[in-house]
């Protein structure tokens, strides 16, 4: 199947939407709303991007568990997030860069192999729960998120900030924070926002947030 088809087929039943989605496996852990910036050389990617940025498309980043990312994948997560590029630029050598920004969680059900070695995915999209507000105990670590951001610069403008909302708080302290890849994943498979903040709170110092990168 072209990957055209794989990027938009999909069909409904009364209880789950399965899709399939081109993959791009990775030794990362992308959350919804985060950014994914990607350098491209390999043909199968190139092709996948090319296609989806015509039209519009997403592809899955699910995390490598086994194997290597230029290589043959081994064994994929079973949850992982869609990507959509927001940029692009050429690089020297001949490289392709990108700037992704994750969109909605999915449930990989299983995969195939196409002839180019693109691995396409048939996926159920997880629920997208209605946002939750970041409660009252765990207001401070709002501020110190925005301060961690802003040192981002430019790259920062391919974010949407949502600082009311508990899931996408902790879904960038996750993405910051030193976690171990098996924790990230965790935190990314778990459905309650409030839960996911509430393990990541103690691990921020809020008189300094010394634990956050840049400080």
């Known amino acids: ?26 030794r990362t852990v992308l959350f919804p709303g985060g950014l994914l910036p990607l350098r491209i050389f390999e043909p199968r990617y190139v092709d996948m991007v090319g296609r989806c940025m015509r039209e519009g498309g997403e592809f899955g980043v699910s995390c490598l568990r086994t194997g290597n990312e230029t290589g043959p994948a081994g064994q994929l997560a079973s949850v992982g997030s869609a990507a959509r590029i927001v940029d692009f630029s050429q690089l020297p050598e001949g490289l392709l860069g990108l700037m992704c920004r994750g969109t909605r969680r999915f449930r990989l059900l299983g995969s195939r192999t196409q002839a180019d070695g693109l691995r396409i995915g048939e996926v159920e999209w997880l629920p997208q729960l209605p946002p939750v507000a970041v409660p009252a105990e765990h207001q401070a670590l709002v501020p110190i998120l925005q301060g961690v951001l802003a040192q ?59 634990v956050l990168p840049g400080n």
């Open 1 to 26: 199947m072209a990957v055209s088809a794989a990027c938009t087929r999909s069909c409904s039943t009364p209880w789950r939407r399965v899709a399939e989605l081109p993959l791009f496996p990775l």
């Open 152 to 210: 981002l610069g430019e790259l920062a403008a391919h974010l949407e900030p949502h600082w009311d909302e508990a899931g996408w708080v902790a879904d960038r302290l996750a993405e910051f924070l030193p976690l171990e890849r098996e924790s990230q994943q965790q935190l990314l498979e778990m459905d309650d926002p409030l839960e996911r903040l509430g393990l990541l709170a103690p691990l921020v110092d809020t008189a300094g947030a010394d």
